[in-house]
């Protein structure tokens, strides 16, 4: 079910990963990134609580084209019969002529071990995708705007409502700690970095943190985590800014790969990943135990 947010942004979330609805009920509206694959049945059982039966939004927009935003994106346009909105620079990874840099496990974590298990491959929704409009403004939503904010990936935007300050910040960073095991139960609402193997440039990521902290938003809600607000919360993002450093090892820290409208070019070398083994048969019997939890 889509939880209110603010008038008009409706958020669900789908394991670790959160789907937006943008848009009253009655009017029309925008589905905000696709959740994990598999969830096509969730997000259409939510979005028919939330505008209708036979309710379908005007779009898809993909704030980048990781697997847990773009999941059932596929599913979900054919049958809405919709197009897929995406940056620019975001389209090589969604039309199939490129993949994203390799995951980089290296620095730890939580996000990074599950990460052995998580796909980090482009995608190809062919003739779905287009580009968001040049000037910024968000199809079919006036009151809204996107932002260029790349690092997480090279085309990522996040969403901005200026009239009541409200930030989709999708995955320039998250309201939760990715790296904690304990966040996933707790969801602890902390500003921390995005998803650090999937992560390709840190110090633009910082970048387009610090674009976002200008905005002075009073109403946040990020991809990953549970949304935050109040008068207090400017402050806190500009303090996050100031405070922000990347991971201190890891394959494109340092040497980012350099991405334009073909995708990624060349890679710096992997680094060493000492615990991958390990971790990945570890991590695959924790799914296998909470798969089997849920069929119960
Ligand atoms: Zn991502
Ligand atoms: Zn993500």
Do not use: C
């Amino acid at each position: 079910m889509f939880e209110p947010v603010v008038p008009g942004v409706g958020r669900l979330g789908i394991l670790f990963v959160n789907v937006f609805a943008l848009g009253e009920p009655g009017g029309p509206w925008l589905l905000v990134d696709a959740g994990l694959p598999g969830s096509a049945g969730v997000i259409r059982r939510a979005v028919a609580r939330r505008f209708g039966a036979a309710a379908r939004p005007e779009a898809i927009l993909l704030t980048h084209g990781h697997f847990d935003h773009v999941g059932a994106a596929r599913d979900l346009a054919r049958k809405w019969d919709v197009p897929l909105y995406a940056h620019r620079l975001e389209t090589p990874y969604l039309t199939g002529r490129s993949d994203y840099p390799p995951r980089d496990p290296t620095m730890g974590g939580a996000m990074a071990q599950m990460s052995h298990l998580m796909p980090d491959h482009g995608y190809d929704f062919d003739d779905r995708v287009r580009e968001l409009p040049a000037d910024g403004t968000v199809p079919v939503l006036r009151d809204w705007r996107w932002l260029h904010t790349p690092g997480h990936t090279p085309g990522h935007v996040s969403l901005y409502r200026e009239a009541d300050r409200v930030l989709l910040a999708a995955e320039a960073f998250a309201t939760m700690n990715l790296d904690s095991w304990f966040a996933y139960l707790t969801r602890k609402r902390e500003l921390s970095r995005p998803s650090p193997p999937f992560t390709f440039d840190w110090v633009t990521t910082h970048r387009s943190i610090a674009k976002l902290a200008a905005l002075e938003p009073k109403v946040l809600a990020a991809g990953h985590g549970l949304a935050m607000e109040g008068d207090h919360i400017a402050a806190e993002l500009r303090r996050f800014t100031e405070s922000f450093t990347p991971p201190r090892r890891g394959r494109y820290v340092g040497s980012p790969p350099v991405a334009d409208e073909d995708g990624v070019g060349e890679l710096p070398p992997p680094a060493h990943d000492p615990y991958m083994w390990r971790v990945a048969a570890v991590v695959a019997g924790l799914l296998l135990l909470v798969l089997a939890r849920q069929r119960r």
